[in-house]
């Protein structure tokens, strides 16, 4: 993996600690030590959280090390961006404000009159950006089946210039066979971006599977204790990095150092979480396919899961995240979401509690009435890291109250 120099990182130099090249150490190691070098004055072996906002100048126009302004560069910002980099095989990283802003860096790229494709099944917030934001100022968009990479090819216009997809998606767990839509993206000159929130680096590395870009809602499994909210991403191509280094400091949609500190602080036990989370889920999944008032339940790990051959293949775990459908329509979805005790009702996932949801209504509401509704007997879990008993007692206990 090709690290980019010092030169190339606007705003600052960050320190490389030596645990950088996925070839010389395994995941857990550069979780941990990555981008993070003990002080160089005091020896403390945790990445300061720097709050300054301005930096002293030797001399006029040449400041030390290349820090200036907080909004441009910050050491604990490039200290994060360093190691995710690296979990994720690519060659550059940026952090922003949050996964919608890193988002909307990428879009950025495309110019008015250009043309992407996007998932049938994507998050609802990233289908409200790319419909209300950049539609209006001239981005158009299809939704496609990516579940059959030739559908890039038939649904590519002269103006087609990416693809975005999630994978798993959310909130139906859809799979989509990276390696074969980025031959098939490429194939048609264009670009692939893979939203890996749900995934994680840990248990998949879309880069190395061909796409050229990857992002992160770094507030979910990155961080994962529902403390910060953050966007990350990741490219190996030079000419998009160049764009995201300009966009991420001339709009300044910048995570601050104290949230910086958290996601660093969060991806130190991404391993270990990710492991729990997955067994949890099996536990909650086999629970939920037995159950009689249960209709379907949407998970990659099922061997019936249409996608589980290709998870199986690009993934070296199944996930946290559980959707399922109910017998009985919204009233028995709502009346399940708002029993459970264990499980919190609502938003966002990927943290070390459980939390329930009701998609239609909650996450997804943004895409009602568009070809990315989901259904309304819908429920979606993102199962944490408790004591697997009590996971299990408190979804029997609130699938008995309707």
């Known amino acids: 993996m090709s690290r980019r120099t010092r030169s190339e990182v606007p705003g600052g130099e960050p320190l490389p600690s030596g645990f950088e090249n996925p070839d010389d150490y395994g995941f857990e190691t550069r979780a941990v030590r990555a981008g ?11 990445t300061p959280i720097n709050l300054t906002t301005t930096f002293a100048q030797e001399t006029v126009g040449e400041p030390r090390f290349g820090y200036e302004y907080a909004r441009t560069g910050n050491p604990t910002r490039h200290a994060y961006e360093e190691c995710l980099a690296s979990l994720e095989g690519a060659a550059h990283g940026f952090a922003f404000a949050s996964g919608l802003a890193g988002e909307d860096a990428v879009l950025r790229y495309l110019e008015p009159g250009d043309h992407l494709l996007i998932g049938d099944d994507a998050y609802g917030g990233t289908f409200r950006l790319i419909d209300r934001i ?12 990516l579940t059959n990479p030739k559908a890039v090819s038939a649904a590519w216009e002269p103006r087609t210039r990416m693809v975005w997809m999630e994978t798993p998606t959310n909130p139906l767990l859809t799979v989509f066979d990276i390696a074969a839509v980025a031959e098939a993206t490429h194939g048609c000159g264009g670009l692939l971006v893979v939203d890996n929130t749900f995934a994680t680096p840990y248990l998949q590395t879309p880069i190395d599977l061909g796409a050229d870009a990857v992002v992160h809602s770094a507030t979910k499994y990155l961080g994962g204790h529902s403390d910060v909210v953050s966007g990350f991403v990741a490219t190996g191509r030079d000419d998009l990095a160049e764009h995201l280094g300009f966009v991420q400091n001339a709009v300044g949609a910048v995570p601050g150092p104290f949230d910086c500190y958290l996601v660093l602080r969060g991806i130190k036990s991404l391993a270990v979480r990710m492991d729990r989370h997955c067994q949890n889920a099996e536990t909650i999944v086999d629970v939920l396919a037995a159950h009689p008032r249960v209709g379907r339940v949407y998970y990659p790990g ?13 993934m070296s775990g199944f996930g946290g995240m559980v959707s399922f459908s109910l017998q009985g329509g919204r009233e028995a979805a709502e009346k399940v979401a708002v029993s459970t005790v264990v499980f919190t009702l609502a938003e966002s996932l990927g943290a070390v509690e459980s939390l329930i949801e009701h998609p239609g209504a909650m996450t997804h509401a943004s895409v009602v009435g568009s070809p990315l509704e989901v259904s309304d007997n819908l429920l979606r879990l993102s199962v944490g890291i408790e004591s697997i008993e009590d996971l299990v007692a408190d979804l029997e206990q609130a699938l008995a109250a309707f």
């Open 302 to 314: 099922l061997a019936n899961h249409p996608g589980h051959e290709v998870a199986s293949r690009q």
């Open 134 to 145: 950049h539609g209006p100022a001239g981005i158009g968009h299809t939704a496609v089946d």
């Open 36 to 46: 993070q070098p003990h002080d160089p004055r005091t020896g403390g072996v945790v």
